[in-house]
């Protein structure tokens, strides 16, 4: 079945560091292919998408392309700030109503 | 921010006792759905619905159920709740009419439940 695989966590950084978190993944088909975002307390927020080949998401100073060579859709800020300290979420659409989650990666960012 | 509420926020209760969340959304989206957020897993869904009556299951729905009797309420029920339920648990809506993609989903707050 389809699966994401996110970069182990936790990761820590300090504040105006290059950001690159990794996400592979496995599907049949062209699915759609999400970055969700978790500040503490809350529920997940959609942070970017991309729904073909070679699309670039982008929110908020993150970016993500859509790789399908590689079956991958990594994330990157090229300046992070205190405030995206917060867990991130890779995901994939591939039909059937079903949304399928990376196991999560928690970003600290040091002032 | 999408209209979704959750109810209870927290909850604490034994086992073997039945328990029942709540999801109430003011936005009219047809799919709504129930994930539990466990470490090292992610977010796993539960249950879905897709409208009145319609339901269906997901990955992880053994000992859940749910009804949806409106449009925007979604109850989760645990018969007799066991520890390994002890989780936080989230609704989620999404609408293809407004986001042309069912995989943009809006996500209530969440609900904590410790099973004792």
């Known amino acids: 079945g389809d699966s994401v695989t996110q970069m182990e966590g936790p990761v820590t950084l300090s504040e105006e560091a290059f950001l690159t978190i990794n996400c592979t993944y496995t599907a049949t088909g062209y699915p759609s292919l999400f970055w969700y975002v978790q500040y503490p307390g809350e529920g997940l927020q959609l942070l970017l998408k991309?729904?073909?080949?070679?699309d670039k998401g982008s929110n908020k100073g993150f970016e993500a392309t859509y790789r399908k060579e590689t079956t991958s859709f990594h994330l990157e800020k090229g300046s992070v700030q205190v405030s995206d300290s917060a867990v991130y979420f890779c995901?994939?659409?591939?039909?059937?109503?079903?949304?399928?989650f990376g196991q999560g990666t928690r970003l600290t960012i040091n002032p | 921010d999408a209209g979704i509420t959750q109810s209870p926020r927290h909850k604490v209760t034994e086992t073997g006792t039945p328990v029942t969340l709540r999801c109430h959304q003011t936005e009219n989206h047809r799919y709504m759905y129930w994930y539990r957020q466990d470490p090292g897993h992610g977010l796993r869904l539960i249950h879905y619905s897709y409208g009145v009556k319609d339901t269906d299951k997901g990955e992880v729905s053994d000992g859940y159920s749910v009804s949806r009797s409106k449009t925007e309420d979604f109850l989760l029920t645990l018969e007799s709740a066991t520890s390994s339920q002890t989780s936080v648990y989230f609704c989620?809506?999404?609408?293809?009419?407004?986001?042309?993609?069912?995989?943009?989903?809006?996500f209530g707050p969440g609900t904590r439940l410790t099973v004792l």
């Open positions: 989620a809506i999404s609408d293809t009419v407004t986001s042309g993609d069912p995989g943009e989903q809006f």
């Open positions: 995901a994939l659409y591939g039909g059937a109503q079903k949304l399928v």
């Open positions: 991309a729904t073909k080949a070679d």
